[in-house]
């Protein structure tokens, strides 16, 4: 079964940075659409960042120049580099998937929908401080 696992969330200052980290398995990582989002309390969750199969990535306007997203098909993980973060950032952060499947063996969007995806990891807290 699809399993996802996130690591590396914890507190940082603002300016600071932080890595990010999704241990994926259970599927065909390289043919996935893979993305991260995030959920601040009492806000709806919204996407953050996603990447696919061929490699193209998509950013919300809010993390763009500051936010990376990439991963390691050797390793089965996804990663988001974190930089010049901001009290903003302050969210529970998720890993999600959506894995090619029938006529779309290899997942090409470039969605930023929560509904777009299917699985999800458990969610890591990522606290910003001023």
């Known amino acids: 079964q699809v399993q996802l696992v996130e690591s590396g969330g914890g507190s940082v200052q603002s300016g600071g940075s932080l890595r990010l980290s999704c241990a994926a398995s259970g599927y065909t990582f390289s043919r996935a659409c893979m993305g991260w989002f995030r959920q601040a309390p009492g806000k709806e969750r919204e996407g953050v960042a996603t990447?696919?199969?061929?490699?193209?990535?998509a950013y919300a306007d809010s993390v763009k120049g500051r936010f990376t997203i990439s991963r390691d098909i050797a390793k089965n993980t996804l990663y988001l580099d974190m930089s010049s973060v901001k009290p903003e950032d302050t969210a529970i952060y998720y890993c999600?998937?959506?894995?090619?499947?029938?006529?779309?063996?290899?997942?090409?969007?470039?969605?930023?929908?929560?509904?777009?995806?299917?699985?999800w990891g458990q969610g890591t807290q990522v606290t910003v401080s001023s």
């Open positions: 990447i696919n199969s061929l490699l193209t990535t």
């Open positions: 999600a998937a959506q894995p090619g499947s029938g006529f779309f063996p290899y997942c090409s969007g470039s969605s930023l929908t929560r509904t777009d995806f299917n699985y």
